[in-house]
């Protein structure tokens, strides 16, 4: 597929050997962008960059400090002469299945960590950079169907990607007179190595009741990405595009809405029974 103004663009993206990422750097250099790959295991990183068919560095940077952002930043500058593209894609999931009253601090700083303080440096040293050269630019953050609805369980998670949507509301308002674009994907059940191989299993079997009936891929999140990066995004700032096969937009509790046939006794079962005392 063809994207109206990758080719010859530097694209940083971040956690770029994961499932969504490693999608996102193939497409991207495909439509001929020059990419700097980043991820935490700066070998996996660089692996990742040398098996793209286009020019391409890996860099590893722990995307949650001030220092990693800028180390990347530096790298990808020094390397192509600036940065034209991001997609802060970095993200953990935390502990799955932890409640509430079981949440700790660790946890909870350890995840925001990379998932919003990492988007906001990310973006805060894409602003400065696209000032400071005078041009145009674009940003898109990895949201998630997490960021438009709730859950009991990964908490740490939810609340990160709810905070990743006020991000990209506010940099689009202030990016917009310089011709900074700022969006989102949002994407809904994607399996991916993120959520372990349990987890991939329960997310396909919970797709399964979406409107389209299956899991997503990791190819189709990232010709969102591509596409919301491009200049045939020229007029979309400030979005959360949902690629979730339609499961954010039903109703969970009837039958024609799809995933609400479950058993609330046995989901409730350990908290009620602790909160009676059983």
């Known amino acids: 597929m063809t994207y109206t103004g990758i080719d010859g663009k530097v694209a940083v993206v971040t956690g770029g050997t994961g499932g969504i990422g490693s999608a996102v750097v193939q497409t991207l250099s495909r439509a001929g962008a020059r990419l700097v790959v980043v991820d935490l295991d700066e070998d996996r990183a660089r692996a990742a960059a040398e098996a793209l068919p286009g020019p391409a560095i890996g860099i590893g940077a722990d995307v949650s400090t001030e220092s990693g952002v800028e180390s990347y930043m530096d790298a990808a500058i020094s390397e192509f002469g600036s940065v034209d593209l991001h997609h802060l894609n970095a993200g953990i999931a935390g502990k799955p299945g932890q409640q509430l009253t079981e949440a700790s601090v660790d946890e909870w700083d350890a995840v925001m960590g990379v998932n919003l303080r990492g988007p906001f440096l990310g973006v805060r040293s894409a602003m400065r950079h696209f000032v400071a050269r005078g ?10 169907i997490a960021s438009l ?18 991000l990209v509301h506010g940099a689009a308002v202030y990016g917009g007179p310089i011709g900074v674009r700022v969006n989102a994907v949002a994407p809904g059940i994607v399996p991916t190595p993120i959520f372990g191989e349990a987890g991939m299993q329960d997310m396909r079997k919970r ?9 997503g891929e990791a ?31 039903q109703n969970t509790n009837r039958y024609g809405g799809g995933a609400g046939l479950w058993d609330t006794a046995g989901v409730d079962a350990d908290l009620l029974n602790a909160f009676r005392g059983d």
């Open 149 to 166: 609805r709730g859950a009991a369980d990964l908490l740490a998670y939810t609340t990160s990607k709810h905070g990743v949507v006020g």
């Open 219 to 249: 190819d189709e999140v990232a010709a969102a990405v591509a596409f919301l990066l491009s200049d045939d995004a020229s007029y979309i700032t400030g979005e959360i595009l949902s690629v979730d096969g339609g499961a954010s937009i």
């Open 135 to 144: 041009t145009p630019g674009s940003i898109v953050v990895t949201a998630s």
């Open 207 to 215: 797709a399964s009741t979406s409107p389209l009936r299956r899991a």
